[in-house]
T-cell receptor, first 115, second 112 residues
Framework: NAGVTQTPKFQVLKTGQSMTLQCAQDMNHNSMYWYRQDPGMGLRLIYY???????DKGEVPNGYNVSRLNKREFSLRLESAAPSQTSVYFCASSSRGGFSYNEQFFGPGTRLTVL | QQQVKQSPQSLIVQKGGISIINCAYE??????FPWYQQFPGKGPALLIA?????SEKKEGRFTISFNKSAKQFSLHIMDSQPGDSATYFC???????????FGIGTKLQVIP
């Protein structure tokens, strides 16, 4: 049981290049999330997917696109990378719905540098 | 606009001391308040969570205190240990699809 896995772990891009960050979970969770973490800004939600087939914008969606490929996989794409997108990116997943709080399980992160 | 305000951004505590991290919110639609702990190079992990109809929740050395009227909540770490050195995030959920809003984080260092 690997939990949430992310690839790659590190990436360096030049301004204008594109790339896709991959995320997969093996916990049969319905909901998946993409966050970015920046010093002094905390964790900010980029996009989330409440269930397979649906995606919604979070707090900072500009410059990103997502695909919920199936229940397990949720990818984040940067079409034309900018230095402002230099950050650590985390994918997370949780079960959906219910009154109680459903813990979000985070992956190990992808450290992206855009030159 | 920061929906969950967290302070301080950094904290140094002596071993055995009490670490206190404070958070405040405005949105009364928030219905659950989790805290996450993050070690360097790792993703955050859930530490403890509380509902707004409970004033305090304790798990081991970690306690959340919640003041609904003041819209404030705090994390207390009793008998702080060097192994507690990490970044702590408070968060708030507004129901629905388990989406949460995080505070900016507090970097805690516990010195021997």
């Amino acid at each position: 049981n690997a939990g949430v896995t992310q690839t790659p772990k590190f990436q360096v891009l030049k301004t204008g290049q594109s790339m896709t960050l991959q995320c997969a979970q093996d916990m049969n969770h319905n909901s998946m999330y993409w966050y970015r973490q920046d010093p002094g800004m905390g964790l900010r939600l980029i996009y989330y997917s409440a269930s397979e087939g649906t995606t919604d914008k979070g707090e900072v969606p500009n410059g990103y696109n997502v695909s919920r490929l199936n229940k397990r996989e949720f990818s984040l794409r940067l079409e034309s990378a900018a230095p402002s997108q230099t950050s650590v990116y985390f994918c997370a997943s949780s079960s959906r719905g219910g009154f109680s709080y459903n813990e979000q399980f985070f992956g190990p992160g992808t450290r992206l540098t855009v030159l | 606009q920061q929906q969950v305000k967290q302070s301080p951004q950094s904290l140094i505590v002596q071993k055995g001391g009490i670490s206190i991290i404070n958070c405040a919110y405005e949105n009364t639609a928030f219905d659950y308040f989790p805290w996450y702990q993050q070690f360097p190079g790792k993703g955050p992990a859930l530490l403890i969570a509380i509902r707004p109809d409970v004033s305090e929740k304790k798990e081991g050395r970690f306690t959340i205190s919640f003041n609904k009227s003041a819209k404030q909540f705090s994390l207390h770490i009793m008998d702080s240990q060097p192994g507690d050195s990490a970044t702590y995030f408070c968060a708030a959920r507004s129901g629905g699809y388990q989406k949460v809003t995080f505070g900016i984080g507090t970097k805690l260092q516990v010195i021997p």
